[in-house]
C-alpha cells in the first residue's frame, strides 16, 4: 500500500453570534479549519485536523509514494520538517486514521486498548457575570457532565474567584472544577507580562476554598521554581503544557516532575506517536495525563484514542460554551458532532481508525 495523494482542504464557518473567547481580545466571528486528506491506492482514506498545515504543500513529496504503515519513518520525518517549515502533526493523524482502517480496527487498540470510554470535561471559554456562569455549568450537568473548567481574568481576578465560588456552591462537593489562569502562552500581539509566582500562590489559595481539582497554566512552563511552590505551598494541582512544541520539552518536563497533570495535544505537539510515549511516562510518576483539545472533533478524537489507549486520564477535555460554541460549531467539517453521552462519557467509536465521517460536500461549500 502507498501513499497516493495528500490534500488540504482550508473552510471556515461564520460565527453568528461570535464566539467572545476569554483568552482573545478579538471576537472570534469565524471559525477555520484545515482538514488533511489522505488517500492510498488501496482506495483507503484517511483524515486529519487541528492546526493549519500553512506552507506544507512543499514538503508533501517526502510521503507521496511511500507505505502509510511505516509511521515511525513518517513521525522522524514530520520532525525535520518542523525545523524548516510548521508543525504538520494533523498528517500523522490521518496516517493514524489509515492504519487503524486498514487493520479494522480502533486506534485507540493499536496503542494499546486500555479504555473504551474516558470522562470528559466541558471545557468553558467565555467570561461571563456570575449568574449567567452559574446557570450555564448547571445546565451542562444537566446533559450530564461531571467536571467543567472555568477561565478566570487575571485583569478581573476578585470577580473570577468569586464565580468560581459560586458555582462550587450551585453544584455542591461532587462535581469537579477545573481553573485555567492561561499565563503560559499568548495570543498574537499580547505582549503582557505573566502574573508573578506570589500572585499566582495568593488565587490558588483562594481557589483551594473552593477545592479545584487542578489550577492550569498559572505560570510560563519555564518558571519551574514557580510552579512546584505554587503546589508544594497549597496542595493545589498544577496542570500545563497545552502549547508545548515538541517531544523533547515534554519529556523534560515529565523528568523534572514540573506538573501534575500534563496536556500536551498531539495535533499541535508532538504526534500521536511521540504523545503516547509521553504519556506512558506520565503515568509511570503517578501524574495525570489529559491532554488539551481546543480544535474540532477530529482533534478531540485523536486525542481521546491516545487517552483510552493507555489508560491516561482521568478526563479529556470536550471543548463547549453554549449558546455561542457548541458540537455543531466545533465540528461542522463532520457528518455527526462528536457527543458526550448522558453519563458525561465520551466512548472510543466502535469505527475502525478514529470512528468518523467527514461531511465532505460541506466541508468543500465552505472552502468556497
Known amino acids: 500500500m502507498k ?3 495528500i490534500e488540504l482542504i482550508r473552510a471556515d464557518l461564520p460565527l453568528d453570534p461570535p464566539f467572545d473567547a476569554a483568552w482573545d481580545p478579538v471576537p472570534r466571528t469565524r471559525f477555520a479549519a484545515t482538514v488533511v486528506k489522505v488517500t492510498t491506492d488501496e482506495g483507503i482514506v484517511g483524515y486529519g485536523s487541528g492546526d493549519t498545515m500553512d506552507g506544507f504543500e512543499p514538503y508533501a513529496g517526502l510521503f507521496l509514494g511511500k507505505d502509510p504503515l511505516q509511521i515511525g519513518r513518517h513521525v522522524r520525518s514530520l520532525e525535520t520538517i518542523s525545523f524548516h517549515g510548521g508543525r504538520y502533526w494533523p498528517l500523522e493523524t490521518a496516517l493514524w486514521d489509515i492504519i487503524g482502517k486498514a487493520l479494522n480496527t480502533p486506534v485507540a487498540t493499536l496503542f494499546g486498548g486500555c479504555e473504551t470510554a ?4 466541558a471545557s468553558t471559554g467565555r467570561l461571563l457575570g456570575r449568574e449567567a456562569r452559574v446557570e450555564s455549568i448547571l445546565a451542562l450537568r444537566e446533559r450530564g457532565f461531571q467536571a467543567a473548567k472555568l477561565r478566570v481574568a487575571p485583569d478581573d481576578l476578585a470577580n473570577g474567584i468569586g464565580t468560581v465560588l459560586a458555582v462550587r456552591e450551585a453544584v455542591g ?4 472544577l477545573m481553573v485555567d489562569l492561561n499565563q503560559a502562552w499568548r495570543m498574537a500581539g499580547d505582549i503582557r507580562r505573566a ?3 506570589p500572585q499566582v500562590r495568593r ?4 481557589l483551594a476554598e473552593a477545592d479545584i481539582f487542578w489550577l492550569e497554566e498559572p505560570l510560563p512552563l519555564d518558571d519551574l521554581p514557580g510552579l512546584w511552590t505554587v503546589r508544594e505551598q497549597t496542595g493545589v494541582r498544577v496542570a500545563g503544557g497545552e502549547m ?10 515529565v523528568e523534572q516532575d514540573a506538573l501534575d497533570v ?7 505537539a508532538a504526534g500521536m506517536h511521540r504523545v503516547r510515549t509521553i504519556a506512558e511516562l506520565v503515568r509511570r510518576k503517578n501524574r495525570f495525563f489529559t491532554p488539551h483539545t481546543w480544535s474540532n472533533g477530529i482533534g478531540l478524537l485523536a486525542n481521546l484514542h491516545v487517552v483510552a489507549g493507555v489508560g491516561g486520564g482521568p478526563y479529556v477535555e470536550y471543548p463547549i460554551d453554549p449558546p455561542t460554541w457548541t458540537e455543531q460549531r466545533r465540528d461542522f467539517m463532520l457528518t455527526e458532532p462528536v457527543r458526550v453521552g448522558p453519563d458525561g462519557m465520551l466512548r472510543i467509536p466502535d469505527a475502525p481508525g478514529l470512528g468518523f465521517e467527514v461531511d465532505e460536500e460541506r466541508l468543500r461549500t465552505l472552502a468556497g
Open 3 to 5: 501513499i497516493a495523494g
Open 118 to 121: 474516558i470522562p470528559a470535561y
Open 173 to 176: 462537593p461532587d462535581f469537579r
Open 195 to 197: 502574573m508573578d509566582p
Open 203 to 206: 488565587v490558588a489559595q483562594q
Open 244 to 253: 508545548v512544541r515538541t517531544f523533547e520539552e515534554l519529556l523534560d518536563l
Open 262 to 268: 500534563y496536556q500536551p495535544d498531539v495535533v499541535l
